[in-house]
């Protein structure tokens, strides 16, 4: 970064700005298909880390993306709409920061259904005062997004996650900073590292597993599978994804954690990501196997069609329970093209109620399972 972290105001980084777009992107799709779903239901957006609300460099930050994406959203509806107000959360805990922010959102025109709240607070006690107003997503439970982006490695307790993903139609977007805690991890008592460590994963399963990896990028894959077996614990919590976004000219070792329980979150929300790969500036690597370093392509089947195959080698499969995997540990929203790609290779066996099915075609309205050999 050109100006320094103290600064009000900095310039982002090329990460931050694709970041930035994921977060619009996705925010456009999941107001808007809620809006038409959640009849009188009110949406809302929950900025953990807001910032200043905009950069030097640029003049949207995650603040003025949520406003963006909501009033685009509104705009389109066309009378489709008819969820109640979408209201958007900015936490804050910089008090020149928080200033900044309120001034910039505040100067945004935006449609009558957009309510703003602001909390100059840490993100723990942005939530905690958020509960105690008579009008909260908490009670009753409504539709939830939030967005949690701190700087470095701390300041997101376990237990704020998972009360957040408690909730039906609930989804959460972290940026972990899974190369920080191993840092952390490393450094043991002089980084007070127990009393972190336990609060970023709830407890302290992090002593056993995180010793099993010594070389420095096994060490922060370690830690991001451990987040996610987590995350995979929370009741109705089925799909998490991670993503480490790697610039052209090096790597960046943290990682977007999403977690949902819902598909068709996780479905748009790799769409969102689809278009900032398919620009060619950025390539993300998913950290399935903490000992693999592997980056992907959204449209290469054929990377992630062997892995796919050993996962069920033996077995006959489902469509339900293969695109489960595909959408958690893939970078597919569906298993079609890596059983396309396998069925070509001669390796699995097609069972269908389609006398006419073309090879290499996958209808999971008619497929029947599919046998791994």
């Given at each position: 970064m050109?100006?320094?972290?103290?600064?009000?105001?900095?310039?982002a980084?090329?990460?931050?700005?694709?970041?930035?777009s994921?977060?619009?992107?996705?925010?456009?799709?999941?107001?808007?298909?809620?809006?038409r779903?959640?009849?009188?239901?009110?949406?809302w957006?929950?900025?953990?880390?807001?910032?200043?609300?905009?950069?030097?460099?640029?003049?949207?930050?995650?603040?003025?993306?949520?406003?963006?994406?909501?009033s685009?959203?509104?705009?389109?509806?066309?009378?489709?709409?008819?969820?109640?107000?979408?209201?958007?959360?900015?936490?804050?805990?910089?008090?020149k920061?928080?200033?900044?922010?309120?001034?910039?959102?505040?100067?945004?025109?935006?449609?009558k259904?957009?309510?703003?709240?602001?909390?100059?607070?840490?993100?723990?006690?942005?939530?905690?005062?958020?509960?105690?107003?008579?009008?909260?997503?908490?009670?009753?439970?409504?539709?939830?997004?939030?967005?949690?982006?701190?700087?470095?490695?701390t300041?997101?307790?376990?237990?704020?996650?998972?009360?957040?993903?408690?909730r039906?139609?609930?989804?959460?977007?972290?940026?972990?900073d899974?190369?920080?805690?191993?840092?952390?991890?490393?450094?043991?008592?002089?980084?007070?590292?127990?009393?972190?460590?336990?609060?970023i994963?709830?407890?302290?399963?992090?002593k056993?597993?995180?010793?099993?990896?010594?070389?420095?990028h096994?060490?922060?894959?370690?830690?991001?599978a451990?987040?996610?077996?987590?995350?995979?614990?929370?009741?109705?919590?089925?799909?998490?994804?991670?993503?480490?976004?790697?610039?052209?000219?090096?790597?960046?070792?943290y990682?977007?954690?999403?977690?949902?329980?819902?598909?068709?979150?996780?479905?748009?929300?790799?769409?969102?990501m689809?278009?900032?790969?398919?620009?060619?500036?950025y390539?993300?690597?998913?950290?399935?196997?903490?000992?693999?370093?592997?980056?992907?392509?959204?449209?290469?089947?054929?990377?992630?069609?062997?892995?796919?195959?050993?996962?069920?080698?033996?077995?006959?499969?489902?469509?339900?329970?293969m695109?489960?995997?595909?959408?958690?540990?893939?970078p597919?929203?569906?298993?079609?093209?890596?059983?396309?790609?396998?069925?070509?290779k001669?390796?699995?066996?097609?069972?269908?109620?389609?006398?006419?099915?073309?090879?290499?075609?996958?209808?999971?309205?008619?497929?029947?399972?599919?046998?791994?050999?």
């Amino acid at each position: 970064m050109s100006a320094k972290i103290k600064d009000v105001l900095w310039e982002a980084p090329p990460h931050t700005l694709a970041k930035i777009s994921i977060l619009h992107a996705y925010l456009n799709r999941w107001f808007e298909i809620l809006g038409r779903k959640k009849y009188r239901q009110n949406l809302w957006y929950i900025d953990g880390f807001a910032g200043p609300g905009e950069y030097t460099n640029s003049p949207k930050g995650s603040p003025v993306a949520a406003i963006e994406a909501a009033s685009e959203t509104l705009q389109r509806a066309n009378g489709q709409w008819i969820a109640g107000a979408i209201h958007c959360v900015f936490i804050e805990e910089n008090p020149k920061r928080f200033d900044h922010l309120t001034n910039k959102v505040g100067n945004i025109n935006k449609p009558k259904k957009i309510h703003t709240h602001f909390f100059n607070s840490t993100f723990v006690d942005g939530l905690s005062e958020l509960r105690k107003q008579a009008h909260n997503p908490f009670a009753p439970p409504s539709p939830l997004f939030a967005f949690v982006d701190p700087f470095g490695a701390t300041g997101v307790p376990f237990s704020d996650v998972k009360d957040l993903l408690s909730r039906e139609s609930s989804e959460v977007l972290i940026n972990f900073d899974s190369d920080g805690i191993g840092r952390i991890f490393r450094a043991k008592g002089a980084a007070n590292h127990e009393e972190i460590l336990n609060r970023i994963f709830g407890d302290d399963s992090w002593k056993t597993e995180l010793a099993k990896h010594q070389i420095s990028h096994e060490l922060y894959r370690g830690v991001l599978a451990l987040y996610k077996q987590k995350l995979r614990t929370l009741r109705n919590v089925r799909y998490v994804f991670a993503f480490e976004m790697r610039s052209a000219k090096g790597t960046i070792d943290y990682h977007l954690v999403f977690a949902s329980q819902h598909p068709l979150g996780l479905e748009k929300m790799k769409e969102a990501m689809k278009k900032i790969a398919n620009h060619g500036e950025y390539c993300f690597s998913d950290a399935v196997h903490p000992k693999q370093i592997t980056l992907f392509r959204f449209d290469d089947p054929s990377a992630y069609s062997m892995q796919f195959f050993e996962k069920f080698r033996g077995r006959e499969v489902r469509y339900p329970e293969m695109n489960d995997y595909a959408l958690n540990e893939t970078p597919f929203t569906n298993p079609k093209a890596m059983l396309k790609d396998l069925e070509g290779k001669g390796v699995i066996q097609v069972a269908s109620r389609d006398p006419k099915r073309r090879k290499g075609s996958f209808n999971e309205e008619t497929l029947i399972s599919i046998t791994f050999q």
